[in-house]
């Protein structure tokens, strides 16, 4: 076992580091914030010079060859500075879908492009009826002519806002929660027949619901054998999980330490208030959460670029499971120990609590992933 | 012991929500029912019409213009209000002051200001806390100097809330730095019209503007609007937290909030199914409601042991407080979680009454989301206001555990 960064991975962190203090304090992102875009194009193309975009994907592809470790490493600093850029969508859910999944020469043009900056991905896997289930798929796929015809509609897509494309789950065959049937299209943002409708989420960036009527797209388009999507999908979605647990790792170490200072420097009845036995103790489960929580990152990070799905989903659910878990404790406890400073929006306190229960509420909370991973055991039960 | 109502509250209840169906404005019941922002012209309106009714001030003595209900009836009267959508009063100047001015107050004093109270006329809001002084509110430095007949008023108060809408604010000010710092406090009435006050927003994680700084420079405030005795304003302060924390449990908010709650999880689908009928959220449902269900009872029995021996509230409203704060912050959380996606946009304009809404959101998000995961951030406040848990937790352990 080892469990360091390598001198790599630590220059990595230091430069993230470094850009969070320099460019994307917590007044500039509030800018960023307040913008159309909701996100600075500015620091992506500092990501692209910094090779982030290019992390994960193999060097054939113009990439840095990068693991999930080093994306683990990249999103914990997302969380601590608390960045809206689309870098979970179009880097690691999307890119690292196409990386995995879709045909070459789909590849050769998309890799190099988001390595640069120039494009920008989300997914659009999830419907209003479905809540977290990614087989519940009512949105159509028709195929005719050597085309395939999307018609149905796509909730809350992650940074959908900026996006260029779209991966777009349909079904071309089965009934609405089979998990056969189910195809996957690259969907240009152009597309005729495609709505987007754009919207701020609760932390600051852009999601959108997508309509598509008879939106048209070619047999190149297709990502995977169609009818059989889904496994690749809930590959990329246990991906984008490992990465938004290092992201509430962040969070709530960022929490921790802004608490900590608070609890040494506010003083009520004469001492600070952390000599309060009641709120010491409060801090002592809140650093017993963040280790845990790191533990269970480094489990999901580990199991990200797995083969094994069911190791991989059972590993991934239980550490998102755990992080909702414990991200709402250190959330909660963070706010309350800040008394009505806590609940202002003034203080970036509040930002990362948000940042943080948002987090718990995408891609399955942590009942849903707990259902998940609970499941499990019932399997190996029945299967000894 | 009967947990029955007699057939007179019966009476009485069906007599309150007939007054709701036919005297609550549609479209003040409509704001609160989606959850959309209500204005102080709302709150007056609404306070104006139970004026009429003699309903103005359902906590009060006849003598002044109350309605004298005993303490089931303004809990039926609290339940439907709530499940109406009908907005709450005022609490700053009906439940707090008012009982202050009634007990400690003169009577000029009373004549003057208890009707304005009563008839919507004026806005009051709370001057406690301090930026150095939270739970430690008997720090608080805010100064009032005597220069005959008036007081000069220094300092900065914060926190206030709805403070910008206030015509008066009453305050804890400092009188004299003497003795014990609990017995150099004054309890004053302030006109927010004076020169030399200056009211700055604060903005809640929500987004929203509730709370205010108010600072103070030089404010003069006729010495006529001094509580009771001069340096004895940290007794008529207590006196008045008590009255402030019996009315944090909300039974009725609650109860409305879980009637919300039940509807969601009933229209909201989990592959298709109602969320509902998943047992693992269905069983966190659950869980609250039996807590609710303790806690009504636990009310009930406070507030009328109370009225039995006449005596004023003690600190067993700690607990109603403490209970009341978590169990309407876990109604919320639910709310929140049973929207699932829908809980993450935030569509600020959602909040005004007239947004036609954006027919390619999903059919949850138009009817009912936007206020929910605004709502849970905005409830954390309730665990840290009019004493936080941590306070009243200390409170419980001192003066009722004696350890
Ligand atoms: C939304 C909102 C509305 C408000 N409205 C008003 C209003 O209208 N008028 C008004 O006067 N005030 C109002 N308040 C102020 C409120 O009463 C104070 O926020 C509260 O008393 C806590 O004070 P503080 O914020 O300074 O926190 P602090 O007192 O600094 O507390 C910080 C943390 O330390 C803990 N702590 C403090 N002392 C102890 C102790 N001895 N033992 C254990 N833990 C302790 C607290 O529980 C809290 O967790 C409002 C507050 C909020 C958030």
Known sequence: ?384 | MDLKYNPEEEKFRTEVRAFFDAELPTDIRTKLQLGRRISKEDMVRWQKILFRKGWGAVNWPKRFGGTGWDIVQQHIFEEERADACAPPQNPFSLKMLAPVMQTFGNAAQQEYFLPRILSGDDWWCQGYSEPGSGSDLASLRTSAVRQGDHYIVNGQKTWNTMGQYADWIFCLVRTSSEARPQQGISFLLIDMKSPGITVRPIIMLDGEHEINDIFFDNVKVPVQNLIGEENKGWTYAKFLLTHERSGNAGIGACKRALKKLKEIASEQTSNGRPLIEDSRFRDRIAQVEMELMALEITNLRVLSATAKAQGTLGPEVSVLKIKGSEIIQQLAELKMHALGHDALPYVREALEMGWAGNPLLSSHYRSYAPPISGQYFNQRKTTIYAGSTEIQKNIISQMILGL
């Open chain 1, 1 to 384: 076992m080892e469990f360091n960064y390598s001198e790599e991975q630590l220059a990595l962190q230091e430069t993230l580091q470094r850009f969070i203090s320099r460019d994307y304090d917590f007044d500039k992102r509030r800018k960023f914030s307040a913008s159309s875009l909701g996100y600075s194009a500015e620091a992506w193309t500092q990501y692209a010079e910094l090779g982030l975009l290019s992390l994960p994907y193999p060097e054939e592809f113009g990439g840095l060859g990068g693991n999930a470790v080093d994306i683990m490493l990249v999103m914990e600093q997302f969380g601590q500075g608390l960045l809206l850029e689309p870098y979970l969508s179009t880097v690691v859910t999307c890119g690292g879908l196409i990386r995995d999944a879709a045909p070459t020469p789909m590849k050769q043009k998309m890799l190099p492009q988001i390595a640069a900056g120039e494009l920008k991905l989300a997914l659009a896997a999830y419907e209003a009826a479905g809540r977290y289930d990614l087989s519940y798929v009512g949105c159509t796929a028709r195929e005719s002519g050597g085309s395939w015809h999307l018609t149905g509609r796509k909730t809350v897509v992650l940074d959908g806002a900026s996006a260029d494309h779209y991966l777009v789950s349909a079904r071309s065959s089965g009934g609405t929660g089979d998990r056969d049937g189910i195809s996957l299209f690259l969907v240009p943002r152009d597309a005729k027949g495609l709505t987007v409708a754009a919207y701020p989420t609760q932390w600051g960036a852009r999601a959108a619901d997508l309509k598509l009527d008879e939106v048209t797209v070619g047999a190149d388009a297709l990502i995977g054998a169609p009818g059989r999507a889904l496994p690749i999908i809930e590959r990329a979605v246990d991906r984008a999980n490992a990465a938004l647990c290092a992201e509430a790792v962040g969070i709530i170490n960022a929490l921790n330490q802004a608490t900590l200072n608070y609890l040494k420097t506010r003083k009520q009845f004469g001492v600070a208030i952390g000599t309060f036995q009641a709120l010491k103790h409060k801090m002592a489960d809140m650093l017993i959460a963040a280790e845990q929580s790191r533990s269970m990152a480094i489990i999901a990070a580990v199991h990200a670029d797995s083969q094994d799905a069911a190791e991989r989903h059972r590993a991934i659910s239980a550490a998102k499971a755990y992080i909702g878990q414990a991200g709402r404790l250190v959330g909660q406890s963070a706010v309350q120990m800040h008394g009505g400073m806590g609940v202002v929006d003034e203080l970036i306190v509040s930002h990362y609590f948000k940042r943080l229960t948002m987090i718990d509420l995408s891609l399955g909370d942590a009942d849903y992933h707990l259902a998940n991973f609970s499941d499990t055991l019932r399997q190996a039960v029945s299967s000894v």
